[in-house]
Protein backbone atom coordinates (compact mmCIF):
# COMPACT_ATOMS: atom_id res chain seq x y z
CA UNK A 1 0.00 0.00 0.00
CA UNK A 2 1.15 3.37 -0.95
CA UNK A 3 0.20 6.71 1.07
CA UNK A 4 1.49 10.04 -0.28
CA UNK A 5 2.06 12.55 2.48
CA UNK A 6 1.91 16.14 1.25
CA UNK A 7 3.29 19.69 3.22
CA UNK A 8 4.92 22.51 2.23
CA UNK A 9 7.96 21.19 4.59
CA UNK A 10 9.07 19.22 7.72
CA UNK A 11 5.39 19.90 9.20
CA UNK A 12 4.22 17.05 7.48
CA UNK A 13 6.61 14.67 8.98
CA UNK A 14 4.69 14.77 12.54
CA UNK A 15 1.75 13.86 10.63
CA UNK A 16 3.50 11.05 8.43
CA UNK A 17 4.84 9.76 12.15
CA UNK A 18 1.38 9.63 13.24
CA UNK A 19 0.22 7.93 10.46
CA UNK A 20 3.43 5.08 11.09
CA UNK A 21 1.89 4.44 14.51
CA UNK A 22 -1.45 3.15 12.53
CA UNK A 23 -0.24 1.82 9.80
CA UNK A 24 3.16 0.81 10.39
CA UNK A 25 4.08 -1.55 6.57
CA UNK A 26 2.95 1.21 3.87
CA UNK A 27 5.06 3.09 1.81
CA UNK A 28 5.03 6.20 2.43
CA UNK A 29 5.90 8.67 -0.43
CA UNK A 30 6.56 12.39 1.56
CA UNK A 31 6.19 15.28 -0.52
CA UNK A 32 7.42 18.96 0.65
CA UNK A 33 7.08 21.58 -1.54
CA UNK A 34 10.05 23.91 -0.17
CA UNK A 35 9.93 25.85 -3.43
CA UNK A 36 7.31 27.71 -2.57
CA UNK A 37 7.02 27.24 1.43
CA UNK A 38 6.07 29.27 3.41
CA UNK A 39 2.66 28.69 2.39
CA UNK A 40 0.81 30.31 5.10
CA UNK A 41 0.40 34.06 3.74
CA UNK A 42 0.53 33.23 0.57
CA UNK A 43 -2.65 34.02 -1.67
CA UNK A 44 -5.21 30.74 -1.23
CA UNK A 45 -5.42 30.42 -4.91
CA UNK A 46 -1.22 29.95 -5.64
CA UNK A 47 -1.69 27.17 -2.46
CA UNK A 48 -4.76 25.96 -4.20
CA UNK A 49 -2.47 25.23 -7.70
CA UNK A 50 0.75 23.95 -5.72
CA UNK A 51 -1.50 21.12 -3.90
CA UNK A 52 -2.90 20.18 -7.60
CA UNK A 53 0.52 19.64 -8.88
CA UNK A 54 1.27 17.67 -5.66
CA UNK A 55 -1.59 15.09 -6.12
CA UNK A 56 -0.54 14.76 -9.49
CA UNK A 57 2.79 13.67 -8.78
CA UNK A 58 1.04 11.37 -6.25
CA UNK A 59 -1.19 9.91 -9.36
CA UNK A 60 1.68 9.29 -11.45
CA UNK A 61 3.72 7.43 -8.62
CA UNK A 62 0.56 5.34 -8.03
CA UNK A 63 -0.54 6.11 -4.57
CA UNK A 64 -3.63 4.08 -3.04
CA UNK A 65 -4.47 7.49 -0.89
CA UNK A 66 -2.80 11.02 -0.27
CA UNK A 67 -2.91 13.05 2.93
CA UNK A 68 -3.04 16.56 2.79
CA UNK A 69 -0.57 17.52 5.94
CA UNK A 70 -0.97 20.94 5.82
CA UNK A 71 -4.05 22.80 7.50
CA UNK A 72 -3.25 25.54 5.07
CA UNK A 73 -3.54 23.49 2.01
CA UNK A 74 -6.54 21.70 3.11
CA UNK A 75 -8.27 25.34 4.02
CA UNK A 76 -7.45 26.08 0.85
CA UNK A 77 -7.67 22.91 -1.44
CA UNK A 78 -9.18 19.79 -0.10
CA UNK A 79 -12.95 20.79 -1.28
CA UNK A 80 -11.84 21.42 -5.26
CA UNK A 81 -9.63 18.60 -5.47
CA UNK A 82 -11.91 15.93 -4.01
CA UNK A 83 -14.61 17.19 -6.61
CA UNK A 84 -12.00 15.30 -9.46
CA UNK A 85 -10.19 13.07 -7.06
CA UNK A 86 -10.34 9.25 -8.30
CA UNK A 87 -8.64 8.22 -4.22
CA UNK A 88 -9.30 9.10 -0.93
CA UNK A 89 -7.91 12.40 0.09
CA UNK A 90 -7.49 13.16 4.06
CA UNK A 91 -7.15 16.11 4.87
CA UNK A 92 -6.03 17.68 7.89
CA UNK A 93 -7.94 20.79 10.29
CA UNK A 94 -7.43 22.37 13.89
CA UNK A 95 -8.33 19.48 16.45
CA UNK A 96 -10.53 22.53 17.77
CA UNK A 97 -13.93 19.51 18.47
CA UNK A 98 -11.26 17.64 21.10
CA UNK A 99 -10.11 20.69 22.72
CA UNK A 100 -13.46 21.64 23.16
CA UNK A 101 -15.15 18.46 24.32
CA UNK A 102 -11.55 17.48 26.25
CA UNK A 103 -11.74 20.87 28.49
CA UNK A 104 -15.21 21.74 28.77
CA UNK A 105 -14.50 24.88 30.99
CA UNK A 106 -11.80 26.08 29.12
CA UNK A 107 -11.29 28.94 26.31
CA UNK A 108 -9.42 27.35 23.31
CA UNK A 109 -6.00 29.37 21.86
CA UNK A 110 -5.81 28.03 18.49
CA UNK A 111 -2.75 28.71 16.31
CA UNK A 112 -2.11 28.93 12.97
CA UNK A 113 -1.38 30.35 9.80
CA UNK A 114 -3.24 33.57 7.98
CA UNK A 115 -4.73 31.21 5.87
CA UNK A 116 -6.18 28.85 8.40
CA UNK A 117 -7.41 31.36 10.08
CA UNK A 118 -9.18 33.80 7.53
CA UNK A 119 -10.70 30.88 5.46
CA UNK A 120 -14.05 29.94 4.88
CA UNK A 121 -13.22 26.62 6.23
CA UNK A 122 -12.51 27.41 9.79
CA UNK A 123 -15.64 29.69 9.96
CA UNK A 124 -17.84 27.13 9.16
CA UNK A 125 -16.15 24.44 11.63
CA UNK A 126 -16.47 27.15 14.45
CA UNK A 127 -20.29 27.57 13.35
CA UNK A 128 -21.09 24.46 13.37
CA UNK A 129 -19.81 23.63 17.15
CA UNK A 130 -21.27 24.73 19.94
CA UNK A 131 -20.15 27.85 21.19
CA UNK A 132 -17.30 27.74 18.98
CA UNK A 133 -17.41 31.18 18.18
CA UNK A 134 -17.43 32.24 21.61
CA UNK A 135 -14.98 29.62 22.73
CA UNK A 136 -12.52 29.89 20.45
CA UNK A 137 -9.54 32.57 20.04
CA UNK A 138 -7.95 32.17 16.62
CA UNK A 139 -4.23 33.57 16.49
CA UNK A 140 -2.47 33.75 13.22
CA UNK A 141 1.47 33.17 13.75
CA UNK A 142 2.68 34.71 10.22
CA UNK A 143 6.55 33.64 10.06
CA UNK A 144 6.18 30.90 12.78
CA UNK A 145 6.45 28.04 10.57
CA UNK A 146 9.31 29.31 8.55
CA UNK A 147 11.76 29.33 11.78
CA UNK A 148 10.72 26.04 12.47
CA UNK A 149 11.48 24.99 8.82
CA UNK A 150 15.22 26.43 9.06
CA UNK A 151 16.29 24.29 11.81
CA UNK A 152 19.28 26.25 11.76
CA UNK A 153 21.25 26.59 15.24
CA UNK A 154 19.54 29.48 16.96
CA UNK A 155 15.86 28.15 16.00
CA UNK A 156 14.52 27.13 19.08
CA UNK A 157 15.90 30.28 20.36
CA UNK A 158 13.88 32.71 17.78
CA UNK A 159 10.55 30.35 18.05
CA UNK A 160 10.63 31.03 22.39
CA UNK A 161 11.13 35.01 21.37
CA UNK A 162 8.48 34.93 19.03
CA UNK A 163 6.33 32.90 21.47
CA UNK A 164 6.96 35.55 24.30
CA UNK A 165 6.46 38.51 21.99
CA UNK A 166 3.24 37.04 19.52
CA UNK A 167 1.45 33.98 22.06
CA UNK A 168 2.24 34.57 25.46
CA UNK A 169 0.10 37.84 25.33
CA UNK A 170 -2.73 35.94 23.90
CA UNK A 171 -2.89 33.25 26.94
CA UNK A 172 -6.02 35.21 28.83
CA UNK A 173 -6.74 33.68 32.44
CA UNK A 174 -9.54 31.73 30.55
CA UNK A 175 -7.38 29.59 28.23
CA UNK A 176 -6.64 25.88 29.36
CA UNK A 177 -5.70 24.68 25.95
CA UNK A 178 -3.87 25.33 22.89
CA UNK A 179 -4.49 23.57 19.48
CA UNK A 180 -2.06 23.60 17.21
CA UNK A 181 -3.32 24.43 13.61
CA UNK A 182 -0.52 24.20 12.04
CA UNK A 183 1.94 20.78 11.60
CA UNK A 184 4.61 22.31 11.89
CA UNK A 185 4.18 23.65 15.17
CA UNK A 186 3.94 19.82 16.32
CA UNK A 187 7.46 20.35 16.53
CA UNK A 188 7.65 23.00 19.11
CA UNK A 189 4.81 21.98 21.26
CA UNK A 190 7.19 21.82 24.46
CA UNK A 191 8.46 25.35 23.41
CA UNK A 192 4.70 26.41 23.86
CA UNK A 193 3.99 24.82 26.67
CA UNK A 194 7.15 26.22 28.58
CA UNK A 195 6.29 29.62 27.23
CA UNK A 196 2.68 29.69 28.15
CA UNK A 197 3.32 29.32 31.88
CA UNK A 198 4.15 24.86 32.04
CA UNK A 199 0.31 23.86 33.07
CA UNK A 200 -1.44 24.46 29.10
CA UNK A 201 -2.81 21.23 27.47
CA UNK A 202 -1.34 21.21 23.79
CA UNK A 203 -3.58 19.46 21.40
CA UNK A 204 -2.80 18.63 17.15
CA UNK A 205 -5.23 16.58 14.72
CA UNK A 206 -2.57 13.99 13.58
CA UNK A 207 -3.87 11.06 15.21
CA UNK A 208 -7.43 12.02 13.84
CA UNK A 209 -5.36 12.19 10.34
CA UNK A 210 -4.33 8.60 10.76
CA UNK A 211 -8.11 7.30 12.30
CA UNK A 212 -9.26 8.73 9.24
CA UNK A 213 -6.59 7.32 6.85
CA UNK A 214 -7.23 3.85 7.97
CA UNK A 215 -10.72 4.01 7.64
CA UNK A 216 -10.66 5.66 4.38
CA UNK A 217 -8.50 2.40 3.26
CA UNK A 218 -10.69 -0.02 5.22
CA UNK A 219 -7.81 -0.97 7.80
CA UNK A 220 -9.40 -1.65 11.63
CA UNK A 221 -7.89 0.65 13.50
CA UNK A 222 -8.07 -1.42 16.83
CA UNK A 223 -8.50 -0.22 20.46
CA UNK A 224 -4.86 1.18 21.03
CA UNK A 225 -4.89 5.09 21.98
CA UNK A 226 -0.82 5.49 21.09
CA UNK A 227 0.76 2.71 18.95
CA UNK A 228 4.27 2.66 19.30
CA UNK A 229 6.22 3.90 16.05
CA UNK A 230 8.18 1.50 14.35
CA UNK A 231 11.40 1.42 14.19
CA UNK A 232 12.47 1.25 10.34
CA UNK A 233 9.73 2.63 7.89
CA UNK A 234 9.12 2.66 4.18
CA UNK A 235 9.66 6.01 3.21
CA UNK A 236 10.55 7.79 0.61
CA UNK A 237 11.23 11.68 0.62
CA UNK A 238 11.19 14.42 -2.05
CA UNK A 239 11.33 18.19 -1.83
CA UNK A 240 11.05 20.23 -4.30
CA UNK A 241 13.70 22.62 -3.90
CA UNK A 242 16.88 22.16 -1.97
CA UNK A 243 15.66 18.56 -1.94
CA UNK A 244 19.25 16.77 -0.93
CA UNK A 245 19.62 19.03 2.09
CA UNK A 246 15.99 18.20 3.19
CA UNK A 247 15.67 14.88 2.64
CA UNK A 248 18.85 14.94 5.23
CA UNK A 249 17.10 16.96 7.45
CA UNK A 250 13.98 15.16 7.23
CA UNK A 251 16.06 11.21 7.92
CA UNK A 252 17.40 13.39 11.38
CA UNK A 253 14.01 14.23 12.49
CA UNK A 254 12.42 10.87 11.70
CA UNK A 255 15.65 9.02 13.56
CA UNK A 256 15.46 11.48 16.88
CA UNK A 257 11.62 10.28 16.92
CA UNK A 258 13.19 6.46 16.87
CA UNK A 259 12.63 5.82 12.93
CA UNK A 260 15.07 5.11 10.55
CA UNK A 261 13.81 4.59 6.70
CA UNK A 262 14.50 1.39 4.83
CA UNK A 263 16.24 2.33 1.61
CA UNK A 264 13.67 2.80 -1.09
CA UNK A 265 13.90 3.33 -4.89
CA UNK A 266 14.74 6.79 -5.61
CA UNK A 267 12.19 9.13 -6.72
CA UNK A 268 12.43 10.94 -10.39
CA UNK A 269 13.09 14.19 -8.89
CA UNK A 270 14.07 16.12 -12.23
CA UNK A 271 11.12 14.97 -13.53
CA UNK A 272 9.30 14.88 -10.69
CA UNK A 273 9.39 18.28 -10.93
CA UNK A 274 8.07 19.29 -14.18
CA UNK A 275 4.59 20.03 -15.15
CA UNK A 276 4.31 16.84 -16.17
CA UNK A 277 5.75 14.38 -13.75
CA UNK A 278 6.86 11.02 -14.38
CA UNK A 279 6.03 7.84 -12.35
CA UNK A 280 8.03 7.33 -9.01
CA UNK A 281 9.82 3.53 -9.26
CA UNK A 282 7.85 0.87 -7.20
N1 LIG B 1 2.55 23.01 7.81
C1 LIG B 1 1.58 23.81 7.16
C2 LIG B 1 0.25 23.90 7.91
O1 LIG B 1 -0.12 22.99 8.54
C3 LIG B 1 2.01 25.06 6.47
C4 LIG B 1 3.02 25.97 7.05
C5 LIG B 1 3.44 27.02 6.03
O2 LIG B 1 4.00 26.61 5.00
O3 LIG B 1 3.16 28.21 6.25
O4 LIG B 1 -0.44 24.86 7.89
Given at each position: M?I ?12 LLACLRRLPDAHY ?181 A???C????V??G?D??PSLPRHARI ?23 V??D ?20
Open positions: RGIFDSGIGGLSTLFYGDSAHAPYGDKSPAQVRQWTEEAYAWFISAGVDAVVLACNTATSAAVAPLRERADIPIIGIEPAIRKALTDHPQSGVLLLATSITVNGEKLRNLLGRLENGQERVRPLACSGLAEIIETQDTDWSARVRRYLQMRVQPARTADIGVVVLGCTHYCWINNLINDTLGGDIAVVDGNDGVRQLRRLGPITTASLYFTADNDVKSRLARQLLAASGSMRQPDLPHARACSSNPGPAGR
